[in-house]
């Protein structure tokens, strides 16, 4: 299997007594967009900042492209390929649209002006105005400009349409989208709408109080996340056993079990058929709830 | 045909790509594609409905592989002038007309519109899918 | 970019800057005259105890026309100006005063000892300038009050003020890097700045430390250059300085 585009081992970050990461493992491959989803203090931040050697971490290794991303000298080398837009849209406010155009310009020489007059022009920007005035779609405008007219292999994005409108959101999305023209450019962005992150990733790795629960392929999970309902005449059997793999959360609710399972739901329904269940639904279940449940919020 | 696909869903439950191949075969039932058309390139098609060009992809080498469509390398993405699309859209018919007839039985059975989405989704989940291949 | 992003960070604080010292250099040319009558009742007043003293030495000083300069302007105006100036400069550091700003920087494929070293090296080329040009003012206007002074004079001074003094902006510099804020490190800074020089003055005592060196005085009173404390200053200066770029390659932001 090729080397994956990032990758972090047992990845570990505290400040003060905050852990903030506990032991993150997770990978993602060329060519993906994949989403970073979790709660607000589970980590995403603080994760996307080591791997572009804003923070180094306590323990564990975190690498871009092969490389040690808390390595100084190796961080410099990995950041000529990588594209960062963080959640506030860091930018200099003191500059001009044109002189951070030509700010970025002068450190990327594959800098793609085709695209840059393409951005100028979606997003509205003109060159003569100070960044400190834009308005907050124009901002993420040019810091996605600012991203992508670098030929960068690598995109990472905190929270990319965080406080959009859906127009600009959209235009942001699709700016992403054809980013990925090929199997050399990766898309790696966290974020808490759901929705964006069911519209364009394919893959989506899920952080949990600094731990990675979910990372999968997008149409995986769709395919084998199921909610599964079974109804009784009388009371529902106390929390079976299931000797099937997937079953994820067993909840009893009067006469009706509900089973929430991350793959293999027909074995489960063979095993539970025997109990004499009235009635089973094989339900999907949506990005959203899967999320939930691997957060430990109670669905 | 670029401008009538439309938006899939992506909270449907249903994976895009799957919505993407419904799409592409009901174009071709309806005659919207006709047989050697041309369908849209992989990453213009991504960024009009703004999905991953990935997604895209792995519809159109599913719709390959069923034969709907033929991917010509460097050219683009075809209607198949097979006969087997053909025989596909004829068995949908068919099925259709089956659907049709048991949604009006269970309807008389007094079944609501939920019930019965839940009888076939029930079913379908018991199934292991046609010739699905990992990606 | 770098040194161009570094100047756009200070560029106010600079032209105002010398804006301000222009003009006061040349107030202290042009108020000679009126300086040079006050001073000759000035000496005929009897004050007691270490006022009396400081206020008699003072006139004493400025009864020649490179005493005068030397007292206004290389131990008073300028001094006084250009230490503010240093601390601005150097507070803000990496940040410039928002981490907005700074988490740009830091995702360019640049070291952050060369994003740092670029902001103190424009930062101190400008110091250098506040120091010197005004003070080329001097010798330049000084005909027009009928005086002369010399360049070489001028020289040893600014050379004196911008080396000595850039501890202060050190000091500010190596401060933001440790702390994240604008205020804290331009208040620490002003109150050692001001320890150093004014309690030194105000005290009266024969060493008033880095304003002695700064002004140098030893140059102005008996030819002698204040090479130690010069080599002083710059020593604990560069260390600091060192500090700072250190600070700033191993903290997390």
Redesign the interface.
Known sequence: MPEPIIETVALRKTYGDVDALRGLTLQVQAGSICGFLGRNGAGKTTTLKILLGMMRPTSGEARVFGRRADDSTASVEIRRDVAFVGEDKPLFDYMTVSEMVRFTAAFYPRWRRDLERHYLGIFGLSPAVKVKTLSRGMRTGLAVLLALCRDARLLILDEPTSGLDPAVSEQVLQALVSHVASAEMTVFFSSHHIAEVEQIADRVVMIDRGRATVAAALDDLREQYRRIRFVFDDDAPAAPVFRAEGVERVSRDGRVLTVLASGGAERIVEEARPLGPVSIDVIPVSLKEIFLESSGVEG | MDTSFLRPN??S?????LQLIEQVKHAIETGALRAGEQLPGI?PL??RL??????VA?AYRELEHEGVIELRHGAGAFVSADRRPRQLTNTMRAGQAIVAATVERLRARGLGEDEIR?LF??QL??L??KGERS? | MLWYKAWLETRWRFLIGLAVLLVFACGAVFDYPAIARLNASVSAIDAPGNLGRLIREAAETQRTYRGFIWFQWYRQNLVQMWTILAVLLGSGGLLAASSRAALFALSMPASRTRVAGVRAATALMELLVLALVPSLLIPLLSPAVGQHYGLGDTAVHSASLFLAGSVFFSLAFLLSAVFDDFWRPMLITCAVALSQTLVGALVGLPFSGMLRVMSAESYFRSGQVPWVGLGLALTVGLLMLYAAVAVVERRDF
């Open positions: 992506p909270s439950g249903v994976p895009i790509y990453r991504a960024e703004v999905i991953n060009p990935n997604t792995k839940r989704e029930a989940a018991g292991p899918r990606a």
